[in-house]
């Protein structure tokens, strides 16, 4: 019996070429700022058009301010990527989400609120976290710039077909662990090359438990492990989450679509190239003390005392800990904090900030603490104000900023400064990701609230 990922793979295979590549269908492509103005450069240059233009959807996030975005943007880097973007989609022909729009928001985060990323499909997208899209039972995977080309000219993509690898989590989470803890466990357990070469599959009584909301976060972090992508097998928390939705199918569609996801999981024989097995009680709220998303630790517990502790190279774990201005064997628990960020394609979503806000309710934010809230998408910050978070928030002394990519990477204004420590929900804690010189800490929108309300690294739990 195949698996899930043989399933959708197979059924997009265009044709298999001898001693070489696959060519696979691809049913969605996303486009943003960063990495599509040399692709549209590249169709301009053939003279050719894009073959499949309504199955491509465009919107800036990189570099979109999240303050005052009905203004021009100060930056001219950023501005120039902005303005191509849209002009580039409106030459081409394809539909386009600008800066303003009700619909815009960091990609990850748009396709699956909208419905345009849906079980059994193939995705691609410009980006290493697109990933994300799995957790709707699709295959998703970043590509670059010239595969972008590609996918735009043909709507199909030369891809070697990855290994197979099934993560399993029983048990039940304790209080205050989320799915980004659970992603930030697997990475430590794995390390960021753990599962290189391998589309990796959820399963198990922890991932079938969680909302939409928590699997998109888990699906997001699989590419830290190394792996092509991550997904979860569609079930009913995927049909309800999806129903209504602007893209999805309606009416007798809505039921024949059901009717085939239903039949999208891996059989009871299906054999993987890999399997893994944890347990939830394993995992408490996590967070990292290292340059990548694979040194982390428990939030009670202590920085490795050595490298091979660490599962990490000698001289990258002293040159880690050099740059955080961490000491081997120390616990992190009472640090002292500058920045808190929340948001990112991995922590932007609704359920994020009902978490920051069910910990910050009758708080207030510690005074030295710079906190930048952003929503995902403007849907999101809609559905903040309809649920009354936004006056939590206010009330606690946190501003909602407008949406996009923000603090996860320094390529618009929100940049930390060199030296400060940044708590962020955000995917990824390189040397200068969130600015020259800046240092991060990764960790769940609960980890994040109770360093902003107390100004040092805090075990939420305590505030619960």
Same mark, same amino acid.
């Given at each position: 019996?195949?698996?899930?990922?043989?399933?959708?793979?197979?059924?997009?295979?265009?044709?298999?070429?001898?001693?070489?590549?696959t060519?696979?269908y691809?049913?969605?492509?996303?486009?943003?700022?960063?990495?599509?103005? +040399?692709?549209?450069?590249? =169709?301009?240059?053939?003279?050719?058009?894009?073959?499949?233009? +309504?199955?491509?959807?465009?919107?800036?996030?990189?570099?979109?301010?999240?303050?005052?975005?009905?203004?021009?943007?100060?930056?001219?880097?950023?501005?120039?990527?902005?303005?191509?973007?849209?002009?580039?989609?409106?030459?081409?022909?394809?539909?386009?989400?600008?800066?303003?729009?009700?619909?815009?928001?960091?990609?990850?985060?748009?396709?699956?609120?909208?419905?345009?990323?849906?079980?059994?499909?193939?995705?691609?997208?410009?980006?290493?976290?697109?990933?994300?899209?799995?957790?709707?039972?699709?295959?998703?995977?970043?590509?670059?710039?010239?595969?972008?080309?590609?996918? =735009?000219?043909?709507?199909?993509?030369?891809?070697q077909?990855?290994?197979?690898?099934?993560?399993?989590?029983?048990?039940?989470?304790?209080?205050?662990?989320?799915?980004?803890?659970?992603a930030?466990?697997? =990475?430590?357990?794995?390390t960021?090359?753990?599962?290189?070469?391998?589309?990796?599959?959820?399963?198990?009584?922890?991932?079938?438990?969680?909302?939409?909301?928590?699997?998109?976060?888990?699906?997001?972090?699989?590419?830290?492990?190394?792996?092509?992508?991550?997904?979860?097998?569609?079930?009913?928390?995927?049909?309800?989450?999806?129903?209504?939705?602007?893209?999805?199918?309606?009416?007798?569609?809505?039921?024949?679509?059901?009717?085939?996801?239903?039949?999208?999981?891996?059989?009871?024989?299906?054999?993987?190239?890999k399997?893994?097995?944890?347990?939830?009680?394993?995992?408490?709220?996590?967070? &990292?003390?290292?340059?990548?998303?694979?040194?982390?630790?428990?939030?009670?517990?202590?920085?490795?005392?050595?490298?091979?502790?660490?599962?990490?190279?000698?001289?990258?774990?002293?040159?880690?800990?050099?740059? =955080?201005?961490?000491?081997?064997?120390?616990?992190?628990?009472?640090?002292?904090?500058d920045?808190?960020?929340?948001?990112?394609? &991995?922590?932007? %979503?609704?359920?994020?900030?009902?978490?920051?806000?069910?910990?910050?309710?009758? %708080?207030?934010?510690?005074?030295?603490?710079?906190?930048?809230?952003?929503?995902?998408?403007?849907?999101?910050?809609?559905?903040?104000?309809?649920?009354?978070?936004?006056?939590?928030?206010?009330?606690?002394?946190?501003?909602?900023?407008?949406?996009?990519?923000?603090?996860?990477?320094?390529?618009?204004?929100?940049?930390?400064?060199?030296?400060?420590?940044?708590?962020?929900?955000?995917? %990824?804690?390189f040397?200068?990701? +969130?600015?020259?010189?800046?240092?991060?800490?990764?960790?769940?929108?609960?980890?994040?609230?109770?360093?902003?309300?107390?100004g040092?690294?805090?075990?939420?739990?305590?505030?619960?």
């Amino acid at each position: 019996m195949n698996t899930l990922f043989d399933k959708i793979w197979d059924k997009h295979v265009v044709q298999i070429v001898d001693d070489g590549p696959t060519q696979l269908y691809i049913d969605r492509l996303y486009c943003h700022e960063v990495t599509s103005p +040399q692709a549209f450069d590249g =169709m301009r240059a053939r003279g050719i058009r894009c073959f499949r233009p +309504q199955q491509i959807f465009c919107m800036p996030d990189h570099n979109t301010p999240t303050h005052d975005q009905d203004k021009e943007i100060q930056d001219p880097v950023s501005r120039n990527q902005v303005d191509t973007l849209a002009k580039n989609a409106h030459e081409f022909g394809l539909t386009h989400y600008g800066m303003m729009d009700k619909s815009n928001g960091i990609i990850h985060v748009v396709g699956p609120e909208k419905g345009l990323s849906l079980p059994g499909m193939t995705i691609v997208c410009g980006d290493s976290h697109t990933s994300t899209h799995g957790a709707m039972g699709a295959v998703a995977f970043g590509i670059g710039t010239s595969e972008v080309e590609m996918v =735009m000219a043909s709507q199909c993509i030369l891809q070697q077909k990855p290994k197979s690898m099934r993560i399993t989590i029983n048990g039940q989470l304790g209080k205050g662990v989320t799915a980004k803890d659970v992603a930030l466990f697997l =990475m430590a357990q794995l390390t960021t090359s753990g599962a290189t070469g391998y589309f990796v599959e959820y399963a198990g009584d922890v991932v079938r438990n969680l909302s939409m909301e928590g699997r998109l976060t888990l699906c997001n972090l699989s590419i830290e492990m190394g792996a092509r992508g991550g997904f979860v097998a569609p079930d009913e928390v995927t049909f309800d989450y999806l129903k209504g939705k602007e893209f999805a199918p309606k009416g007798e569609e809505w039921n024949k679509a059901v009717a085939y996801w239903k039949t999208l999981r891996s059989g009871d024989d299906a054999v993987f190239d890999k399997e893994l097995e944890f347990n939830a009680k394993d995992i408490e709220p996590r967070i &990292t003390y290292g340059t990548n998303p694979g040194m982390g630790i428990g939030i009670t517990e202590s920085v490795p005392a050595t490298a091979e502790e660490a599962k990490s190279p000698e001289q990258g774990f002293r040159k880690a800990l050099q740059y =955080m201005q961490f000491e081997a064997g120390e616990k992190l628990l009472g640090k002292k904090v500058d920045y808190v960020f929340l948001g990112a394609c &991995t922590n932007g %979503r609704i359920e994020d900030f009902r978490a920051f806000a069910s910990i910050a309710k009758g %708080r207030k934010k510690a005074e030295d603490v710079i906190a930048w809230l952003v929503p995902g998408s403007w849907a999101v910050d809609r559905q903040i104000r309809e649920e009354g978070l936004d006056k939590v928030l206010e009330a606690a002394g946190f501003e909602i900023r407008q949406p996009g990519c923000s603090a996860c990477l320094a390529m618009n204004d929100d940049k930390v400064p060199a030296g400060k420590l940044s708590v962020s929900t955000s995917n %990824r804690n390189f040397e200068g990701r +969130q600015g020259p010189g800046a240092r991060t800490i990764l960790c769940s929108p609960l980890v994040a609230a109770a360093a902003a309300l107390t100004g040092v690294l805090t075990d939420p739990r305590t505030l619960l």
